[in-house]
């Protein structure tokens, strides 16, 4: 079955420092790959994605690159904020038997301090 | 923007109550998903529809049940709430291949009391 595998949390970091959370997937087929970003109390929003190998996702400085290869996702930042403490998942879609359902990580949480 | 809203933000409602939680998409999107998400579990697909009356069960579809009339609806009853379904409720939609993604409501944070 597919799967997708993050780093679990949390992440805590300073602000200003590089971030990294790493996600690796299984799948069969060539999945869509994505990165979510849900605030507390809030549902998730779609950060950024990437349809095929080598595509490059970014979005509000975060960036992402599918690398087949190595069957990884993994999700950058060069400096981080305040505002940027959140939980974070990957995710991929695939045909499954003609449906395309969504699977999920389990989700990372990432704390910036000032 | 694409919008998915569900109808409340915040339910309590009692054991044993049949409960309604309804959830509206304006982007003419194929598929339609309910989720509850749980500490430490992650999101766990409650049940899901890629067409009008068309429904399948996902990985936890006990307890549960759901109806899409229209397609920018889809509802998710609790027959007969209980405390274990104390969680928070997320809704989402998209294509149906996905390629560009899932839009999700604000959730539903239901507690059985």
């Known amino acids: 079955g597919n799967s997708v595998t993050q780093m679990e949390g949390p992440v805590t970091l300073s602000e200003e420092a590089f971030l990294t959370i790493n996600c690796t997937y299984t799948a069969t087929g060539y999945p869509s790959l994505f990165w979510y970003v849900q605030y507390p109390g809030e549902g998730l929003q779609l950060l950024l994605k990437?349809?095929?190998?080598?595509d490059k996702g970014s979005n509000k400085g975060f960036e992402a690159t599918y690398r087949k290869e190595t069957t990884s996702f993994h999700l950058e930042k060069g400096s981080v904020q305040v505002s940027d403490s959140a939980v974070y998942f990957c995710a991929l879609s695939v045909s499954s038997g003609g449906s395309y359902i969504p699977t999920f990580g389990r989700g990372t949480s990432l704390i910036v301090h000032p | 923007d694409v919008k998915v809203t569900q109808s409340s933000r915040y339910l309590v409602k009692r054991t044993g109550e049949k409960v309604f939680l309804e959830c509206v998409q304006d982007m003419d999107h194929e598929n339609m998903f309910w989720y509850r998400q749980d500490p430490g579990l992650g999101l766990r697909l409650i049940y899901f529809?890629?067409?009008?009356?068309?429904?399948e069960k996902g990985d936890i579809p006990e307890g549960y049940s759901v109806s899409r009339e229209k397609k920018e609806r889809f509802s998710l009853i609790l027959e007969s709430a209980s405390t274990n379904q104390t969680s928070m409720y997320l809704c989402a939609s998209s294509l149906y291949t996905g390629r560009n993604g899932y839009t999700f409501g604000s959730g539903t944070r239901l507690t059985v009391v």
């Open positions: 529809s890629y067409d009008v009356k068309m429904k």
């Open positions: 990437a349809t095929k190998a080598d």
